[in-house]
């Protein structure tokens, strides 16, 4: 047997070995659920099966009266046919007997009857009972001092009469307390009954006790009571002038007092009635009380008094350490007025604040290494803000915001760190020794190098040359447009133009090899060609022109070699 078929035959056996597993696997898989069927339809089977036996209970229950009814029915037949026979007497006992059986029988007509209509007659009449019930009116009766003062529909308002009659009989002279107790019972309300408010409660529990009375109208702040008087109109009065007077700067709305002032018409004790007068001056006081202020950024001694309606004599008295004006954070003794019904009003009012404004730092290639300078200006914004503030007694006691808007969206600060380093091999003595302290607006164009030619010199030189090694990198000394970028016949070589947004332009010459291209936007520092002595040039060197409107001028002027060693830092206000 050789190799292959010995492989084929392995091939077999193990698929056969692979069916016969799958095959059991089902076997088991359909035994199980055979066995799941048979599991639920026993249970099911015997979920009817007692539904079954439920029913035939049930039915036996209601049968059985009547078979046996019918077989009593069918003995008593059976006396009467066997006592016809006896005689007239017997057959008439059988007859009775019968009729009362059948009648007043255990499973007679009367007794079967009674089983059944009792229970239905009970339901009824109870549920009349409830009926009856609910549609009643319950209510609680009060007795105090052995009288029946009225009725109240919860305990809670004989607990408010009796807050209410407290506070009356706190103004008594008596020093004996009279007794609140009351006694409480429930009862079924009938069309004599009335109910009585906490109010008609408290008069009838005073009315109750020993204590002289009298009608009057009771004054409550913020349901205190603070006594009574004969007539309220000369107290509401006085109390609406002061109102309709009250001095204000400004348009304001909602002026009111700040507790609720209500008046009670009821009984009240002898000894708690007041003077109208005597009360107008209890609501129209002021108390004075010692305080502390912390001074504010705008204030002045003037300010604080007229806040707090001080003169300088008692401001002074107060704060005797006081003599070349105040401080902001300064602590100050003044006295605050507080009236006993303050008045408070609503303004509203729009104020104009400032939104700070953030500040950011970039790296910028149109600064030299070292030079920290402001590109641009931050401002502050601005933003409109409408408040409904509420006073009281002419001070702010808190305030709501209405509406917020910007009407000016703050602007960034952006302040540039310098990042371009290109300077010349000895900045101190790069110009007939001098350094150059010109204007900055230009950077240094070689990386590295020194002045080898003047402007003008003693030939017309139109430019700076800046001899340098060769393929020193060249850049562009101010941001702008590349206008020319290759060969040049007229002399200059390889050369590069750029033009300048302000209305410069300049010119880099005689390059190796030139690496920007026309039409590009180049920033300040940015990589345009290499330094050569390409075109009419008699060494290693780049040709610097800076034209205005076509006329050369010195570069010098606009270069700076010095600040470049130092840092630089521009400062707005």
Not at 471 to 482: F, H, L, R, S
Request: glycine residues 8%.
């Amino acid at each position: 047997m050789n190799f292959l078929q010995k492989i084929e035959r392995l091939a077999v056996s193990l698929s056969v070995r692979a069916g016969l597993c799958t095959l059991k696997l089902i076997a088991e898989i359909l035994l199980a659920i055979i066995k799941i069927i048979k599991f639920v339809f026993s249970e099911f089977l015997e979920v009817f099966k007692a539904i079954g036996r439920g029913i035939v209970w049930i039915f036996k229950e209601f049968t059985e009266p009547y078979k046996n009814r019918v077989r009593l029915s069918n003995e008593l037949a059976k006396e009467i046919k066997y006592a016809k026979k006896e005689g007239k007497l017997a057959y008439i006992k059988a007859i009775i007997r019968f009729m009362g059986s059948f009648l007043f029988g255990e499973d007679g007509v009367c007794y079967t009857a009674f089983n059944y209509i009792l229970p239905i007659v009970s339901v009824a009449f109870l549920v009349g009972i409830v009926k009856y019930g609910s549609s009643l009116e319950y209510g609680i009766a009060v007795e105090y001092n052995g009288k029946e003062l009225g009725i109240i529909s919860a305990e809670t308002e004989f607990e408010t009469a009796e807050r209410d009659v407290q506070q009356r009989i706190s103004y008594s002279a008596n020093e004996q307390a009279i007794d609140l107790s009351a006694k409480f019972s429930l009862r079924i309300i009938s069309n004599e009954d009335k109910f009585v408010s906490p109010s008609q409660l408290a008069d009838k529990m005073l009315a109750a006790s020993d204590e002289e009375l009298t009608e009057a109208y009771g004054i409550y702040i913020d349901g205190n009571f603070i006594g009574a008087v004969r007539n309220r109109d000369e107290i509401q009065s006085v109390l609406d002038e002061r109102l309709l007077n009250y001095d204000v700067d400004g348009v304001v709305r909602d002026v009111s007092y700040v507790n609720k002032i209500d008046y009670t018409q009821g009984i009240y004790l002898l000894s708690s009635i007041k003077s109208e007068q005597e009360v107008i001056e209890l609501l129209t006081s002021q108390k004075e009380k010692r305080h502390a202020y912390v001074v504010q950024e705008d204030d002045t001694i003037v300010s604080v008094l007229q806040k707090y309606g001080m003169d300088l004599d008692e401001f002074n008295n107060l704060n005797p350490d006081i003599e070349d004006g105040i401080e902001s954070g300064q602590m100050l003794n003044v006295i605050e007025r507080e009236s006993y019904l303050p008045i408070k009003y609503i303004k509203e009012t729009e104020n104009l604040s400032f939104i700070d404004y953030e500040t950011v730092e970039v790296e910028t290639s149109s600064l030299n290494v070292g030079i920290r300078s402001v590109l641009v200006k931050g401002e502050r914004g601005e933003k409109k803000t409408k408040f409904e503030i509420t006073y009281v007694d002419g001070k702010e006691a808190s305030r709501k915001v209405l509406s917020s808007v910007t009407t000016k969206s703050p602007v960034t600060e952006t302040i540039g760190l310098g990042t371009y380093s290109a300077m010349p091999d000895s900045p101190e003595t790069v110009y007939l020794g001098s350094p150059l302290t010109g204007t900055g607006e230009m950077s240094w164009p070689v990386d590295g190098g020194w002045i080898s030619d003047p402007f003008i010199s003693d030939r017309n030189h139109k430019g700076l040359d800046i001899a340098a090694s060769e393929g020193a990198e060249i850049y562009a000394a101010q941001e702008g447009t590349v206008v020319a970028a290759g060969w040049n016949s007229g002399g200059y070589g390889n050369v590069v133009m750029i033009e300048h947004d302000n209305g410069y332009a300049t010119v880099y010459a005689h390059m190796l090899y030139v690496y920007a291209v026309e039409g590009q936007y180049v920033s300040r520092g940015q990589l345009i060609g290499f330094v050569g002595t390409t075109g009419d040039s008699t060494g290693n060197h780049c040709h610097f022109e800076v034209r205005y409107q076509g006329i050369c001028l010195d570069p010098t002027t606009f270069l700076n070699t010095v600040d470049m060693q130092r840092p630089k830092e521009e400062e707005y206000n």
